[in-house]
């Protein structure tokens, strides 16, 4: 006597403890049958199914069928094998249960150790198909825990520079030195891009040259200069350009790069820095960088910029005006 759906469902149960993938090929089954009509035959057993769908030995294309393949029409044939890749995609894509195995070659061609529900489900009719289907299926879901990401799970932390870089006055505002926001800022750019060199910086305007350094920051491998920036709390204008040619110059010998990072620059202004072998960067350069950088790349340059206002500046007005911004920033929800 043929299995009973609750038998099935209860055999499906069974089998998952040891082979996950025959609740897949249970349901691949039932999908096959649906397509195929089945429920209409009213067949009472899978031979009747076998003898309006003969099961073919070969595929299309010559080669011995490892799965189940019915001949529909005359040179129409379907297999399991899709209707099974759909059921997998089913589980383990759409509702990301990864414990269920990838093995869909390996799971259509166990098929025939499961005629017996074959038998069944030739009888069912399609209302019973469908609820055995989805019975199936709900088990599966309950029995693996889901991967689904929970972004609850992951705290979502600001993209602050880019918020600096945006919104926090880079102009020298009461009792702060000037330039040194700007090149606090810079300084943290600098610093969190290039973890592998020794980034040097002084107070603003106490004289590069002086400091036998070439620029407002410099990278060091070593002792050889890797990048170096002149730092302009000032849109650059056709005339600043001379004074910035020694720095290029020094830059060039070095082999270093050169970068004049300033709050803007004139028409025309670009161009001549660029063949003068420096790289003019404003506030707009720097964030369509910057917005290439995780949050802990951000991070890690604002708390330079706090170093640099805390422990070289030594300028309680910035290290102040920073810290509440960043409050503002991690506030938001």
């Known amino acids: 006597m043929a299995l009973s759906a609750k038998d099935v469902l209860a055999d499906v149960k069974n089998e998952f403890k040891a082979r996950k993938f025959a609740a897949g090929l249970c349901i691949a089954m039932i999908d096959l049958f649906v397509k195929l009509r089945v429920p209409s035959l009213k067949a009472k057993t899978f031979q009747a199914v076998l003898a309006k769908y003969p099961r073919q030995e070969h595929l299309a294309s010559g080669q011995k069928a490892n799965t189940l393949v019915l001949q529909i029409k005359k040179g129409e044939l379907v297999s399991l094998r899709p209707f099974y890749n759909n059921v997998e995609k089913v589980i383990r894509a759409d509702n990301k249960r990864f414990g269920y195995p990838s093995c869909a070659p390996h799971a259509t061609q166990a098929w025939s150790g499961y005629d017996y529900w074959l038998q069944a489900l030739s009888t069912f009719d399609e ?22 990401f929970d972004p609850a799970s992951v705290r979502a932390e600001p993209p602050l520079l ?51 350094r070439v620029g407002d920051v410099d990278g060091w491998d070593g002792g050889r200069l890797a990048v170096t920036a002149e730092v ?30 300033a709050l803007g620059f004139d028409d025309g202004v670009r161009e001549v820095l660029e063949a003068e072998g420096v790289h003019p960067l404003d506030r707009d350069d720097l964030l369509r960088i910057v917005a290439l950088w995780d949050t802990a790349k951000q991070r890690i340059a604002v708390s330079s910029m706090l170093y640099y206002f805390e422990h070289v500046e030594k300028n309680s007005s910035l290290v102040k005006r920073l810290k509440a911004f960043i409050e503002h920033i991690e506030a938001k929800p």
């Open 127 to 148: 209302v019973t198909l469908l609820k055995l289907r989805e019975d199936v299926l709900q088990f599966v879901l309950k029995e693996l825990p889901s991967h689904e």
């Open 162 to 212: 880019a918020a600096v870089l945006q919104s926090f006055e880079l102009t020298s505002q009461k009792d702060e030195p000037t330039g040194a926001a700007y090149q606090g800022v810079v300084f943290g750019f600098m610093r969190a891009d290039n973890p592998h060199l020794q980034i040097e910086i002084s107070k603003v305007r106490t004289g590069s040259k002086r400091l036998q």
């Open 232 to 261: 302009k709390q000032f849109a650059i204008r056709e005339k600043d350009v001379d004074d910035l040619k020694a720095f290029a110059n020094e830059a060039s010998r070095r082999g270093a790069i050169g970068a004049v990072v």
